[in-house]
């Protein structure tokens, strides 16, 4: 019985807290990616190069002198502009193209192609690795846990449940909603839908890169780091409902949870595996996913 606790305690419990901390990264991700697609019906394969161009916002920022907490606030501010010039530039060019799904997915993943080439020769191939901004630990029901990671856990929920807010109780959030469900009723109505999908792409890039930042002191910065994380992301999407919130939230916390827990038995690379498993699973009990649409929640 005391092996059996102790098991719990120190390698189970500890798989748990790690899953919970790469969940709220991967919610956050997913949740960029399930609006984009929501809203704009667009596969935004470049969704992983803003997540890791957040991450070298920060080493950059961090080399200028800013500190971490300062750096979490401008990272995504950069981010906005960058996001409502690449929909001008390059999205809104094919979106009213009979090919749209395919000339979106080639385009973003040709600029995600470019953005990372880019990474590699402005900060080179190496890895970087910032300091993590809370150091130390607070022990909690018998386990030690990094303070950072208890603050990225506290710090990304709140954040899942502001934007969730914003989505569901804001005017700007009933208008996102509305073109959604309803593209010309809603420019029928006023709402400057052209706008709406800028900043809402805008949105969903800042929201990514965000998850960069706040993962870089625990998984490091590198050129590749988006490709990873991408692919997880789509997988929640897809488990979660395309365009719905709460399943994007619920679909990130059970896909890390079986990484998590799988890592401890097999290896990580399996543990992947599984997360795609359960996603085929999912597509043949319920092809539309766990919930339904962005317009419905």
């Known amino acids: 019985m005391e092996e059996l606790l102790g098991y719990i305690q120190f390698v189970l419990a500890p798989q748990v807290v790690t899953g919970l901390v790469i969940g709220i990264a991967v919610i956050l991700m997913a949740l960029g990616l399930t609006i984009i697609f929501g809203l704009l019906d667009v596969i935004n394969m470049a969704h992983g190069s803003f997540y890791a161009l957040g ?3 920060l080493i950059a920022l961090l080399g200028a002198g800013l500190n971490f907490w300062i750096c ?5 501010l950069i981010v906005i502009p960058a996001g409502l010039v690449t929909e001008r530039l390059l999205i809104q060019q ?7 799904h395919t000339l979106t997915l080639l385009l973003t993943f040709g600029l995600s192609l470019i953005i990372e080439d880019l990474f590699k020769i402005i900060f080179g191939p190496d890895p970087h690795r910032p300091p993590t901004p809370i150091a130390g630990g607070t022990e909690l029901f018998g386990m030690f846990l990094p303070n950072y990671r208890i603050f990225l856990i506290v710090f990304g929920s709140a954040l899942i449940a502001a934007l ?4 569901f109780r804001s005017d700007f959030g009933a208008r996102i909603r509305a073109a959604a469900h309803d593209r010309d009723m809603a420019a029928s109505l006023g709402v400057q839908v ?3 999908y800028s900043w809402t792409f805008a949105l969903g890039l800042a929201v990514a890169a965000t998850s960069g930042v706040l993962l870089s002191p ?3 910065v590198y050129p590749a780091m988006g490709h990873g994380f991408i692919f997880l992301a789509f997988a929640v999407v897809i488990i979660g409902g395309l365009g719905s919130i709460k399943g994007a939230v619920i679909a990130g916390l059970l896909c890390t949870q079986v990484f998590a827990l799988a890592s401890l038995v097999v290896s990580p690379v399996w543990a992947d595996v599984l997360v795609f498993v359960v996603m085929v699973l999912v597509l043949l009990f319920r092809p539309q996913g ?3 649409s962005l317009g419905h929640g």
Do not use: N
């Open 55 to 57: 991450a070298f916002l």
């Open 194 to 196: 052209k706008s709406v």
């Open 72 to 76: 979490l606030i401008l990272v995504p």
């Open 94 to 100: 094919v979106f009213h193209s009979r090919d749209r």
């Open 290 to 292: 766990l919930f339904g």
């Open 164 to 167: 969730s807010y914003f989505l």
């Open 218 to 220: 625990i998984y490091g």
